[in-house]
């Protein structure tokens, strides 16, 4: 599983409310990805890092943030909820020296 | 726009048969192209790669086609088994050689 952990796995939470998920990975891999993934749109990148402090925008970055502060831990926030961020979110990395992606367990967010 | 198009449709196929799944884009000229897995409730595994300078690339019973031309990918698995059942995605580098962008996946049902 290439040492990614996502926490939490499961998350319900309230309109307007902030919510940050983690991505914690162990073998000091330098880019990181963030994707949602909903029926019929398939997995869409959010945000991108390709080093500390290095991160980048993806298809739908509107609505959220992210932070990578130290290369293990890559933070999504929704700075407040919407029903429409309800979703599966996915945490990735690439493989070293390889364009290959390995994705986290996912993080179910439900936005009430 | 950039696109990448997958047949929304889900696949049906016999035990036994070849399943053959498409991938489109438009508006890239992708160095590389790859095929990934995906389980219910799991995330994306990669199966392969090909780059733009190969015409097929074979693992076991999957083969992999890549017509820059015609800006399409065939992922192909011989002798299909029930087990071979999930979601195929194909995946590229968008405006960047990090920036993985995925298709919407085509979903592969094998009756035994």
């Known amino acids: 599983d290439a040492g990614i952990t996502q926490s939490p796995r499961h998350k319900v939470t309230e309109t307007g409310t902030p919510v940050t998920l983690r991505c914690h990975q162990t073998?000091?891999?330098?880019?990181m990805y963030w994707y949602r993934q909903d029926p019929g749109h398939g997995l869409r990148l959010i945000h991108y890092?390709?080093?500390?402090?290095?991160?980048d925008k993806g298809e739908v970055s509107d609505g959220y943030s992210v932070s990578r502060s130290k290369t293990e831990d890559f933070l999504l926030t929704l700075e407040s909820a919407t029903s429409s961020q309800t979703s599966v979110y996915f945490c990735?990395?690439?493989?070293?020296?390889?364009?290959?992606?390995?994705f986290g367990q996912g993080t179910r967010l439900t936005v009430v | 726009s950039q696109k990448i198009e997958q047949n929304s449709e889900a696949l049906n196929i016999q035990e036994g048969k070849t399943a053959t799944l498409t991938c489109n884009y438009t508006?890239?000229?992708?160095?590389?192209l790859q095929w990934y897995r995906q389980d219910p409730g799991r995330g994306p595994v990669f199966l392969l790669l090909?780059?733009?300078?190969?015409k097929e690339k074979r693992k076991e019973r999957l083969k992999v086609t890549f017509d820059t031309t015609l800006k399409q990918s065939l992922f192909h698995i011989t002798a299909s088994q029930p087990a071979d059942s999930a979601t195929y995605l194909c995946?590229?580098?968008?405006?960047?050689?990090?920036?993985?962008?995925f298709g919407s996946g085509t979903r592969l049902l094998v009756r035994p």
């Open positions: 990735a990395i690439l493989g070293q020296g390889t364009t290959e992606a390995f």
């Open positions: 073998e000091n891999h330098r880019y």
């Open positions: 890092s390709y080093g500390v402090k290095d991160t």
């Open positions: 508006n890239y000229s992708p160095a590389y």
């Open positions: 090909i780059r733009e300078n190969e």
């Open positions: 995946a590229l580098p968008g405006d960047s050689s990090y920036k993985l962008i």
